[in-house]
T-cell receptor, first 113, second 113 residues
Framework: DGGITQSPKYLFRKEGQNVTLSCEQNLNHDAMYWYRQDPGQGLRLIYYSQIVNDFQKGDIAEGYSVSREKKESFPLTVTSAQKNPTAFYLC????????????FGPGTRLTVT | KQEVTQIPAALSVPEGENLVLNCSFTDSAIYNLQWFRQDPGKGLTSLLLIQSSQREQTSGRLNASLDKSSGRSTLYIAASQPGDSATYLCAPKWDSSASKIIFGSGTRLSIRP
């Protein structure tokens, strides 16, 4: 089955710890994205990558970091510098960045206490 | 500033009714617009993608229309079923870059059996 996987589904961390969220796709898509969703708000773009070894900041990149060493993988690290890390994180991909549909993974709910 | 509004925030209708969900956006110069469905605690499922040159797209019981001049898109659901209960989000894009997608907050739809 082709698709996007995110792991884990739920993640709990103590304040001050960095945490890495996994995103893998086997759709052979060039572009990958990370969004954050908070209750009652629309999704907001954190980072995106149009091609391997390249990525750009989105609207709310502060306190986050990413890497894109492989086409299939786009991990997101939530650092201790992120002031409000508790949220639902969604990874997406598209054939290329541009006028193509975005396909989403199932999400990771991160709770930081 | 580009903004997206979805009204109403929540809607409840009896099974079998036809219904229309609304999405309005400032700045009519959009590149494309995508409609998504999100079930509670899950990722987004792409429903329809309309390019700026198109007036509408259809998939099964769903029909999405786009009126750029008035800054509006509608999602029409025919013969609604309880399984259609979910939150529906629209996401206009203002150029080919991912950084120019803005998601609406969604309409939470409940279909009563």
């Amino acid at each position: 089955d082709g698709g996007i996987t995110q792991s884990p589904k739920y993640l709990f961390r103590k304040e001050g710890q960095n945490v890495t969220l996994s995103c893998e796709q086997n759709l052979n898509h060039d572009a990958m994205y990370w969004y954050r969703q908070d209750p009652g708000q629309g999704l907001r773009l954190i980072y995106y990558s149009q091609i391997v070894n390249d990525f750009q900041k989105g609207d709310i990149a502060e306190g986050y970091s990413v890497s894109r060493e492989k086409k299939e993988s786009f991990p997101l690290t939530v650092t201790s510098a992120q002031k409000n890390p508790t949220a639902f994180y969604l990874c997406a991909s598209s054939l290329k960045d541009g006028g193509y549909e975005q396909y989403f993974g199932p999400g990771t709910r991160l709770t930081v206490t | 500033k580009q903004e997206v509004t979805q009204i109403p925030a929540a809607l409840s209708v009896p099974e079998g009714e036809n219904l229309v969900l609304n999405c309005s956006f400032t700045d009519s110069a959009i590149y494309n617009l995508q409609w998504f469905r999100q079930d509670p605690g899950k990722g987004l499922t792409s429903l329809l993608l309309i390019q700026s040159s198109q007036r509408e797209q259809t998939s099964g019981r769903l029909n999405a229309s786009l009126d750029k001049s008035s800054g509006r898109s509608t999602l029409y659901i025919a013969a609604s079923q309880p399984g259609d209960s979910a939150t529906y989000l629209c996401a206009p894009k203002w150029d080919s870059s991912a950084s120019k997608i803005i998601f609406g907050s969604g309409t939470r739809l409940s279909i009563r059996p």
